[in-house]
């Protein structure tokens, strides 16, 4: 109980769902009301972090699914087997066959079209061990080698997770954005996400909360709105 009490002082969040609320408000209002546009704009939270360095330090990497899909038009292709591809059209979610990972013929050119074209890839399981072989490198290099699909998955529900999930990834730089809703979201969905996204990335920092420096929300074209 001792360890498992120390682990929620340091990991408690220093950020109220009230002043998130305030900040959602805040960047609604402006993206609605007073500077409209003719898209849905996305939400980022953007994380600044101090006391780390990227160099040294281990960097993090982490995926959490949102109780709420923060981009729903994100787009997804499946590469599929013929099951997966009957269940894909029914869906309406796009996907290629082997035969059509074939006629990409390895093109480097091709293939960075392809990656660029969608947000996600999923695979069929039977085909995952054949995807490095039919297309080289090219998706992992893009960080969108696919997602492998069971037959006992539900590929409606697989997408919807894809579309839930978040990654929090540090890099070279000590500044991560992340979407975590869009304008039409509720102010709770959104408060909800939120939340949850920050309370998950202190999670995977070494010192916490010691290392968030600033914490800001952003529609796409609005301006930011500081929570912490």
């Known amino acids: 109980m001792a360890v498992c009490a120390r682990l929620t ?59 709420n899909i923060p981009r729903p038009q994100m787009k997804i292709c499946i590469l599929a087997d013929a099951r997966d591809a009957d269940h894909a059209k029914e869906i309406s979610l796009d996907s290629m066959s082997v035969e059509d990972l074939k006629k990409l013929n390895k093109n480097k050119k091709a293939i960075k079209k392809l990656a660029k074209k969608y947000d996600q890839f999923l695979a069929s399981e039977a085909l995952i061990k054949q995807i490095p072989r039919l297309l080289g490198p ?53 408060v909800a996400n939120i939340m949850m996204s920050i309370n998950f990335l202190v999670s995977l920092l070494k010192k916490n909360w010691q290392n968030v420096k600033s914490l800001f929300i952003k529609s796409s074209m609005g301006k930011p709105v500081r929570l912490y």
């Open 9 to 67: 002082h340091r990991t408690a969040s220093k950020v109220a769902p009230s002043a998130v609320r305030e900040a959602v408000r805040s960047v609604i209002t402006y993206s609605t009301e007073e500077k409209p546009r003719k898209f849905t704009e996305t939400i980022e939270l953007q994380i600044g972090l101090k006391n780390y360095d990227p160099q040294r330090d281990k960097r993090f990497s982490g995926t959490v699914r949102l109780p």
């Open 138 to 190: 090219g998706l992992s290099k893009a960080g969108k080698f696919p997602t492998p699909v069971t037959q006992q998955d539900n590929l409606g529900e697989k997408v919807s997770e894809i579309k839930a999930t978040i990654k929090f990834q540090l890099k070279k730089v000590l500044c991560l954005g992340v979407a975590v809703g869009h304008v039409k979201m509720t102010e709770d969905e959104l």
